[in-house]
């Protein structure tokens, strides 16, 4: 730093690979001078060592936090005492993408898995619960077990055909099978016209119930109120080429049509 309070760059303080090719000034005659515009500082790889200690204490806060929460949680109530011996499945499913990562250091991939566990606790208890399926009523609507009260859970983005309907039934027994008398873990998305809890249903061991149906064949892609769920799209697509379910039948009735016939029969 100068008298003036103005201050250059040693060119010799920095790697070579923190500098763009295009630096004039450094073969200046007079390296005195400010540095120009044309000096362009690219952090085109960053320090290991840096980045490793950063991780390092970043991970060590996220650790605490962790355990911090989880031990709040669990003493505070007994379904999440239930949700910590699903929470494996769950933090595993929010980590897979972070395992995708390129190996550049050991710290920073430690750290991120750190945060995708943390982040799975702080979002498990605004939108997520773990909870006992009490009872299924059809293919896409269960209760479930909440402050000791039964409460009616639509499965979200799907639509299974309806008890008087061809597969109705069977569709009810398939929903049944994968959920009855389990801890599932529920991702809420708001109440629909009838007061029921719209949610995702996850099984302890990570599959999605609302796409374990559609592959199978048991209900429909609800384009109504999921029109970008993609996935959803695609595994009817499958079900139907594989004739999966109820496409055994080449054209069956949707069941918002079997509603809207029903209802028109008996006003």
């Not at 060119?11 to 005659?29: H, I, M, R, T």
């Not at 898995?113 to 619960?129: H, K, Q, R």
């Not at 499958?238 to 054209?251: E, V, Y």
Request: with cysteine.
């Amino acid at each position: 730093t100068t008298a003036s309070g103005s201050f250059h760059i040693q060119p010799e303080s920095f790697p070579s690979q923190y500098l763009s090719y295009k630096c004039p000034w450094l073969n200046s005659a007079t390296r005195d001078e400010p540095p120009t515009p044309a000096l362009h500082i690219q952090w085109i790889k960053s320090s290991p060592r840096t980045n490793d200690r950063l991780a390092q204490a970043l991970q060590t806060f996220i650790y605490q936090m962790l355990l911090t929460t989880w031990s709040v949680m669990i003493s505070s109530s007994e379904t999440l005492k239930r949700m910590m011996s699903l929470g494996g499945a769950f933090v595993q499913r929010r980590i897979d993408l972070f395992e995708k990562l390129p190996n550049t250091t050991t710290g920073l991939r430690a750290f991120f898995l750190s945060c995708a566990a943390f982040l799975f606790v702080v979002d498990g208890g605004a939108t997520e619960f773990s909870t006992l399926v009490v009872s299924v009523i059809d293919g896409d609507t269960i209760e479930v077990l909440q402050y000791q009260k039964p409460e009616r859970i639509r499965l979200n983005g799907i639509d299974c055909p309806e008890k008087g309907q061809t597969f109705g039934q069977r569709a009810k027994q398939a929903t049944s099978d994968l959920v009855f008398g389990k801890d599932v873990m529920l991702q809420t998305h708001g109440k629909d016209r009838y007061g029921h809890t719209i949610a995702d249903v996850f099984l302890p061991d990570g599959r999605k119930v609302n796409q374990v149906l559609v592959k199978n064949g048991w209900c429909w892609w609800n384009r109504k109120y999921a029109p970008r769920d993609v996935i959803l799209e695609e595994l009817e697509r499958r079900a139907r080429a594989d004739r999966s379910g109820l496409w055994t039948d080449p054209h069956p009735l949707p069941p918002w049509l079997y509603r809207e016939l029903t209802a028109s029969a008996n006003p």
